[in-house]
């Protein structure tokens, strides 16, 4: 099964008007990276303090298609895709009952941290963008072949 994370809006995600504030999208998409990170084994105190190597988003793209209100129980599924030798997407699905509420996209880059220059995607990521992968296309199959039952 794809890698899923749960989250229930609470007010402080919310704007003015009551829905969740854009920005606060991405910080919920972010976590829920975080939290396959350590579903995989990755050591996230090692991954994001003084790390050799860094991940820094590059390109970050949302879709709002149905408002997000406080109390909401929001599903966050992930698909990772390498999508070159140093780089990586992200693409998550946000559903409220089963509906689907906001798409979001990250793109991320790996660097040396010291020389800042682009460097190959190292075996724990390559590990974690193929287990994720994997299980999330795994998914798909099983979800498009019920559909036609």
């Not at 829920?32 to 988003?57: D, G, H, Q, R, V």
């Amino acid at each position: 099964m794809a890698f899923t994370y749960y989250y229930t809006v609470r007010f402080q995600d919310t704007d003015a008007a009551g829905v969740v504030y854009f920005a606060n999208v991405l910080r919920i998409c972010h976590e829920a990276y975080e939290a396959s990170l350590a579903a995989s084994s990755i050591n996230l105190k090692s991954f994001f303090t003084n790390p050799s190597l860094a991940f820094p988003i590059v390109h970050a793209n949302v879709d709002f298609l149905r408002p997000m209100s406080c109390g909401d129980n929001l599903v966050i599924s992930l698909l990772p895709e390498k999508i070159g030798l140093d780089k990586f997407e992200i693409t998550y699905e946000i559903t409220v009952d089963e509906v689907i509420v906001a798409k979001a996209i990250t793109r991320h880059v790996c660097i040396n941290v010291s020389s800042r220059i682009k460097q190959e995607l190292p075996h724990y990521m390559n590990n974690w963008l193929e287990r994720n992968r994997s299980d999330a296309e795994g998914a798909q199959r099983r979800r498009s072949r019920s559909e036609f039952m």
